[in-house]
T-cell receptor, first 113, second 109 residues
Framework: KAGVTQTPRYLIKTRGQQVTLSCSPI?????VSWYQQTPGQGLQFLFE???????NKGNFPGRFSGRQFSNSRSEMNVSTLELGDSALYLC????????????FGEGSRLTVL | EDQVTQSPEALRLQEGESSSLNCSYT??????LFWYRQDPGKGPEFLFT???AGEEKEKERLKATLTKKESFLHITAPKPEDSATYLC??????????FGQGTELSVKP
């Protein structure tokens, strides 16, 4: 059974640019969550999507946005990149929203120069 | 405010030296406590879910336990391949998972 797939795995951007990250959940999982991981802050929750609707949101500015498609695949977008956005962005899926364990992908490593 | 605190931040063990990692939490309506293992450059790997005080789960050399305010991850006779960062997370009433900062475990042969 395929796990959570994230693309791209690595990317380098410059300040002011925008970036889109993609996530394909485990087959049968309808909920997708996004997390930002940095050495100083650890894993910080961004948002969770279920059935194409945002169900939960963390404390991040509006530059961070996401969406989910009818096949449960999800994308997140960060606009007007700042140096502090450099991080590992992790996607996780689970069968239902708001309950159960999360299964994580390998992450997308974003470096902002 | 929901909060998870893990200790110690780092732990160095000799192969075969058993120890425990701690996860203390405050949460509005615990709906589950989760343990993950994370290797460098990879996503967290799910280990256990605990739902109620007194519950225990085991997997190979790892055993997780839960009380009303904390959880322990016991590592019995660890091997170098157990070296990783171990993350604890709690799920609150709203379904959100709040993670601790992790314990970085190093097991030397």
């Amino acid at each position: 059974k395929a796990g959570v797939t994230q693309t791209p795995r690595y990317l380098i951007k410059t300040r002011g640019q925008q970036v889109t990250l993609s996530c394909s959940p485990i087959s049968g999982h309808r909920s997708v969550s996004w997390y930002q991981q940095t050495p100083g802050q650890g894993l910080q929750f961004l948002f969770e999507y279920f059935s194409e609707t945002q169900r939960n949101k963390g404390n991040f500015p509006g530059r961070f946005s996401g969406r989910q498609f009818s096949n449960s695949r999800s994308e997140m977008n960060v606009s007007t990149l700042e140096l502090g956005d450099s991080a590992l962005y992790l996607c996780a899926s689970r069968r239902e929203a708001n309950t159960g364990e999360l299964f994580f992908g390998e992450g997308s490593r974003l470096t902002v120069l | 405010e929901d909060q998870v605190t893990q200790s110690p931040e780092a732990l160095r063990l000799q192969e075969g030296e058993s120890s425990s990692l701690n996860c203390s939490y405050t949460v509005s309506g615990l709906r589950g406590l989760f343990w993950y293992r994370q290797d460098p450059g990879k996503g967290p790997e799910f280990l256990f879910t605990l739902y109620s005080a007194g519950e225990e789960k085991e997997k190979e050399r790892l055993k997780a336990t839960l009380t009303k305010k904390e959880s322990f991850l016991h590592i019995t006779a660890p091997k170098p391949e157990d070296s990783a960062t171990y993350l604890c997370a709690v799920q609150n009433q709203g379904g959100k998972l709040i993670f601790g900062q992790g314990t970085e475990l190093s097991v030397k042969p």
